[in-house]
């Protein structure tokens, strides 16, 4: 009795405390690239504070409110663009632990006779950690690189460090000025270009865990659909985040990319099927799940590549290319485009929640909402508060390698730790 006394107050206990500090009080975050800089650095160790933004309620999707992200503060969130269930099917898969630096573990209760019940989501649900520049109601654009914010120019976090010399349309350097929705807001979708709808599915899928929501995209030639369409001369800029089309168009023509720049156009055939599938559901599974995977405890590996919305535009500006080629008298091709959820179309929407827009400070080197859309407050987790370790970017340090510990007093930046994250 002594002994369980003992196990329980020296072991237990705090391990039962430090469970429910981490599930609800604090996330640990590690920086993984230079999106932040020069606030964040790749290798900088932080700390987030959950219980700011709200208090997560055991076994649901909801949260006790306490106040939401302003403009200028740093937050760290779950990124919109992959699914936060395996196989976008919550019902399926059961949720059993996270990892952190090792993933996500879930349950899957439907698992085919000689399948892994176990499943391992190594590399996500990714959180990403952004600036919040503008939330529900107001209105952002980028020009030329510039944040406007309610018609005003915000120099908030900079350009990158790093600036490309050449200035275009992708979202890095132009978005129209949009107004962040509001809950309660009903969107019409009849009006939206695709890339607005793909921005639309993107907050449906955050704020409807339990649905399937679906982005459908078809080409007709007099109300007749073009199954199997291609394109003989189909143009894309080569751009960092378009790799999936920049990839594809150099698979499909056995293009040898050499000589080739940022900014240059690459020209070849190309499936509209490409975009059909990418979209569908907006991500594809990077395992083959009827491949055996090697993970750990025996579980079956999962992970996923997201679809950027963005190369929309180049299939709607290729449609219209096409169009243009054709005599006066030939039809001409029109590219439609549609929502479905739980397989039902759908023509509108009503914002559930509070919405924000997110930016990294090294601008012109961030993957952010200009790319991926609006990120609701279900999938707000923490905000930034302190650095609590850092270490150089090239460091050999390795934690579950004792040997590599002796280059830490020279790979740790001293001048980091403790520095509280600030507020732009």
Known sequence: MNFLKAFIREFAIPIASALVVIAFAIQAFKIPSGSMEDTLFEGDFLLGLKFVYGISIPFSH????????????????????EPEYPDYDIKRYAHIANALMFGNFFWDRQAPNGSPKLIHYADGPKDYIKRCVAKSGQKVAVKEGRLFLDGVENPMGGLGKYTERNRGSSPRDYIKEIKVPEPGETISFDSLSVHDLWWIRSLMIQEMPDSLVEF????????????????????????????????????KNKIIPQGLNYGDT?????????????????????????MPQKSLFGSRLVGYDAFDGSQLEDLKA?????????????????LKWQILVNGNPVYKYTVKDRVYFMMGDNRD?????????????????????????????????????PWTWIYLPKDIRWSRIARIIPLI
């Open 62 to 81: 909801s949260k006790i409110p306490v106040s939401e992200p302003d403009v200028g503060e740093v937050v760290i969130f779950r990124y919109p663009g």
């Open 216 to 251: 459908n995209i078809s080409l007709t030639r007099d109300e007749l659909e073009l199954q199997d369409w291609v394109f003989d001369d189909f143009r894309a800029p080569i751009e960092y985040h378009k790799y999936q089309l920049f990839n594809a168009i150099i698979n």
């Open 266 to 290: 690459i020209t070849g055939k190309l499936d509209l099927n490409f975009f059909r599938k990418m979209v569908r559901t907006g991500f594809l599974p990077r395992h083959n799940p009827n």
């Open 318 to 334: 290729n449609v219209e290319f096409e169009n243009a080629r054709l005599d006066p008298d030939v039809p001409k091709l029109e």
């Open 365 to 401: 080197n961030s993957l952010d909402s200009r790319y991926w859309g609006f990120v609701s407050a279900r999938n707000i987790k923490a905000k930034a508060f302190i650095i609590y370790y850092s270490l150089e970017k090239n460091s050999q340090v390795e934690l579950l390698k």
